[in-house]
């Protein structure tokens, strides 16, 4: 298949992404790469294309949005983005006036709002979330708000453990018993302060910084795809709490605390996907114990406690 098309296995279904611009795919691709596979026939069609702006035009302040039973349709004219998805799923388009102006998180997650529509339809939910595991021993979902450590724990499985990673702060989960966790996106972003703790990642530093927030990207996809899972069934659901203690340990946690933790980031979730995804979490927090893994100090004793964890 040329480069113009090529095909991505996300959540056990095939997507062919048509790359209308060579700087785009340029831009998008590498969070994918990881999910690349031979050409096949495929469920979902996304055309990816860029789109020239009057000289002079300034955009209307705002963000236009539908989702709907006619399908998705979303505008962001500030940030020269549109969304397209057709009511049964099948055909997408995802339109940009400057792929140089995409921001670290849709570089970081392409096609997000899009896959969330989609994979609902399928019955897959995208969670703002972490995943780490291994093949015959499961994986558990670290879940925790923004800024509440799963980019920090995530990289220290990748890099003081034999962990594979299946998110690191977006993954799909499907309705299945048990669980299982698919991975979407081969990248990470964390603060540019906590790159310190991994120097041995620098080389996997992407070429953009998001300066509004000061978090950089990871390419994890080019040198670690060997670490890279997918599919594997979920064994439990690990609250992340920052204690600053010496030492991370693992303590039995309330069923509510793991929902509340997977619900606040609402506003990055479809509003019409709100009361699916709450229900959706509930009923995940029923399959699946609970527990809290209060993080030390030391990237190397997370990861250790994580992997013991799942290996018992």
């Known amino acids: 298949m040329s480069d113009a098309g090529e095909c991505f296995r996300i959540a056990g279904s095939t997507v062919r992404v048509d790359w209308g611009d060579p700087a785009l795919r340029a831009t998008l691709r590498p969070a994918l790469a990881h999910r690349a596979v031979e050409a096949a026939s495929s469920e979902l069609v996304i055309t990816a294309t860029s789109l020239a702006v009057a000289p002079g035009r300034v955009p209307p302040p705002g963000l236009r949005m539908s989702d709907t039973a006619e399908g998705l349709q979303i505008d962001e004219p500030e940030r ?6 057709d009511a049964a799923g099948r055909v997408a388009v995802l339109a940009c006036h400057d792929p140089r102006r995409l921001p670290v998180n849709e570089r970081a997650a392409p096609f997000r709002l ?3 529509r989609w994979l609902r339809l399928r019955g897959v939910h995208l969670l703002h979330a972490g995943a780490v595991g291994l093949p015959g021993r499961g994986a558990v979902l670290l879940v925790a708000p923004s800024g509440g450590g799963k980019s920090n724990t995530v990289l220290s499985c990748l890099v003081h453990s034999a962990l594979q990673l299946l998110g690191e702060d977006y993954v799909a989960v499907d309705g299945a018993v048990p669980p299982r966790a698919w991975s979407v996106y081969g990248s990470a972003k964390l603060l540019a302060a906590d790159l310190a703790r ?4 620098a080389d996997d530093l992407s070429a953009v910084r998001d300066e509004g927030d000061g978090k950089v990207a990871l390419d994890l996809g080019q040198r670690h795809r060997a670490r890279l899972g997918d599919g594997l069934p979920l064994r439990a659901i690990l609250v992340l709490a920052i204690t600053g203690n010496a030492t991370s340990r693992v303590v039995p946690a309330p069923p509510g ?3 509340k933790a997977m619900l606040t980031s609402l506003l990055m979730v479809l509003p019409a996907a709100r009361r699916p995804l709450f229900e ?7 399959k699946l114990p609970a527990y809290r893994l209060e993080l030390g100090r030391d990237p190397a004793q997370i990861a250790a406690t994580i992997e013991e964890f799942i290996q018992a």
């Open 257 to 259: 605390e793991a929902v």
């Open 114 to 116: 899009i896959f969330q």
């Open 80 to 85: 020269g983005l549109s969304h397209q998805l």
């Open 198 to 201: 991994f120097p041995g990642l």
């Open 280 to 286: 959706f979490t509930t009923a995940l927090v029923r």
